[in-house]
């Protein structure tokens, strides 16, 4: 039987948009007859029930979520096991999984089942799609985007996930969502809800243009990929490679899966450059350096921002700063002080 209540108390301050970031729910907070229903009720867009019966009478499970308010949902979620139907009527989104433990089964109509695990199941889920899954001790961070907006963006067909499931790889753009999902669900207690709104848009972003370049791949046609997906990801790219002193536009754009023209034009869309991006990123993060009560030394902030030599990096931070590197630690030390 459905739970009486469809949305839990958890989330009703929560429909009409966010105003405590990533929260923490765990059904240890309900008696132990209802937690299983007020779990079920977490989650009204599947099908949702326990495999074994006596898991029932004290379901446990923990979630921590984000529902932003285009739709958007941000989470990880771990509990007792579960199956879990999907394709239900009017709750159509595609859903973004990262497995982080335990295993999952998968089956779509006679196929054959599929295990995904941490090994080999970044997944992306078309909810349209009838699909059951069977968890075992499972743990997954997951991003959901309403279907509209997917298809919205990416101008693609009906057949956007031809057999309702794709597999993302380890690399390139996808390889940016997940350490973005990952870094979203390790820092996201400590952030307010504007951190959390801004975290959960970059990865709406990261993931569509994720999307894109694997269903271009995988055959599908797309008149262009969102340039504010493309946009997101090279920023993440270049902030995480910050300390690599061959970092080009060629080298990012390849990266990111596109031509350097094609990336030359999202960001001109903005007025800015690529080059100039990376090297206002690596003097931004220079400036924190040199304000951290670690007091790195002048060559080794260089070195880990980029810069092939710290008379370069001294050159170009004055043109920055208007002064030398010493003088900017020496003007931001109280600053750096008040971190002790």
């Not at 159509?92 to 199941?121: H, K, W, Y």
């Amino acid at each position: 039987m459905r739970a009486s209540n469809p949305r839990p108390p958890a989330l009703q301050s929560r429909r009409h948009g966010p105003e405590a970031g990533l929260q923490h729910i765990s059904t240890l907070a309900e008696r132990p007859d209802r937690r299983f229903d007020y779990w079920r009720a977490l989650h009204p867009n599947i099908d949702m029930d326990v495999v074994e019966r006596d898991t029932r009478k004290d379901f446990r499970a923990e979630l921590l979520h984000y529902a932003a308010p285009d739709g958007s949902t941000f989470g990880m979620a771990s509990g007792d096991d579960v199956v879990v139907r999907f394709a239900k009527p009017d709750r159509e989104f595609v859903l973004f999984s990262l497995p982080l433990s335990g295993s999952a089964e998968l089956t779509q109509g006679s196929d054959a089942a599929r295990v995904v695990s941490p090994d080999n199941g970044f997944l992306a889920l078309d909810s349209t799609r009838p699909l059951t899954t069977a968890t075992k001790r499972y743990k997954h961070l997951y991003l959901t985007i309403p279907r509209a907006k997917v298809i919205g963006v990416l101008n693609d067909s009906a057949d956007m996930l031809r057999d309702g499931l794709l597999s993302l790889p380890s690399s390139g753009v996808a390889e940016l969502l997940k350490s973005h999902l990952l870094m979203t669900a390790k820092e996201g207690q400590r952030l307010n809800a504007h951190g959390v709104a801004a975290a959960v848009r970059c990865g709406v972003d990261l993931a569509l243009e994720t999307l894109a370049q694997e269903l271009v791949r995988n055959g599908h046609s797309l008149r262009q990929g969102p340039t504010e997906a493309l946009y997101a990801a090279t920023c993440r790219y270049i902030q995480l490679h910050l300390g690599d002193s061959t970092l080009t536009t060629a080298r990012v754009a390849h990266a990111v899966g596109c031509s350097r023209a094609h990336l030359n034009r999202a960001f001109a869309e903005r007025d800015e450059r690529v080059g100039e991006t990376i090297r206002l990123a690596r003097l931004q993060a220079a400036c924190t350096l040199l304000a951290s009560s670690a007091n790195p030394s002048i060559e080794q902030i260089a070195h880990s921002c980029g810069f092939a030599s710290a008379s370069a990096f001294a050159r170009a931070f004055r043109d920055f700063a208007g002064m030398p590197p010493s003088a900017y630690r020496e003007l931001r030390a109280p600053e750096a002080d008040s971190y002790r």
